[in-house]
DNA sequence: CCTTGACCTGAAGTCAGGTTTAGGTTCTAT
DNA sequence: ATAGAACCTAAACCTGACTTCAGGTCAAGG
């Protein structure tokens, strides 16, 4: 079975020396072998690179990770507990995805903000301009980046 | 015209009040009135607020915010400047998507795998399957998720 | 009057996720 | 057999983004 270095892990993943050795430090390499105190690392330490990556952008925290690479060397009895993670982190993703929709509308629409500002040479007009009266293509954007704010208006009193 | 205090503003945002001085203390007020030592917020600040979270969102720091707030501030003379940062966070922001839709493949697989791993009781069969004999919703997540792993196999010799 | 609540400050503390340092050990090629 | 490259550890340090703390001001109500 093919082993690698901790130097050829970090060049074959771009990943600092010193974060593999801190991510072992953490307990994400549960089962890890050495010989003689150097680290060898295979396709398994490979395959959890992959899904610290995975996971680390889906939201979770080191120890969190550290719990999961447990349960996947602790074998069969914790399959459910493995899927149920991923069905969770599924949901975080998506709901990652729709804040980075609405940031992209509201980025969309400052971008024509100021498109239309540097034409007029001030923002005195495009401050004005209603939902209603703008282009087909922006007030979708408008209204997704500040969806929020219509009916929000007074929550500030009596809310029990 | 409508002032609010701190803590109206605090309520409104859903931000703690120290995260609001502290904002303030990072400069992302420039401009903030006050009277007799006291904050008064208005529709100006709460613009603000909209596009910090939006220009966090997008991967700024606080820094490079405070940048943004001061361009504000300057007037008309920076229009382009700030339209352009908005288009350099539009380019990260559709990056940022690309990766959370590979992660959400890669999630999606997992779940796939344990469900098989679930009903066979093992991963042994599972961990076998080639992309080739993968169901036909399986297969594009994994290609997905595992696309920079072909190509690359060989890439830490030679690369000159 | 005097207490209570909402505001203020500067400085220190916290937390996650690494990185750096200092001092050693082991491998590899000549 | 020896130099230099690549590895090791523990512990300190770093950064960003807040939060907490200790102590103080100020306006309004009982």
Redesign the pocket.
């Known amino acids: 079975m093919q082993m690698y ?4 892990m970090s060049d074959m993943f771009q990943i ?4 593999l ?2 991510y072992d430090r953490e307990g994400l390499f549960p089962g890890l072998e050495r ?5 060898k690392f295979s396709e398994k330490e490979a395959e959890a690179l992959r899904v610290i990556d995975c996971l ?1 952008r889906s939201g979770l ?3 969190e990770i550290k719990t999961f690479m447990e349960w996947c060397a602790e074998g069969s009895s914790t399959y459910k507990q493995r899927r149920d993670l991923f069905v969770r982190q599924e949901e975080a993703v998506r709901e990652e995805m729709r804040r980075l929709e609405k940031t992209l509308a509201m980025i969309r629409y400052k971008q024509w903000y100021y498109e239309q500002a540097i034409k007029d040479g001030t923002e005195d007009r495009v401050r004005q301009i209603a939902p209603e009266e703008m282009p087909e293509d922006i007030r979708p954007l408008y209204e997704l980046a500040f969806e929020d704010m219509k009916t929000d208006r007074k929550q500030t009193e009596k809310d029990s």
């Open positions: 270095t901790i130097g050829q600092p020396i010193s974060t050795r801190y010989t003689s105190g150097i680290r680390k925290e080191i120890r």
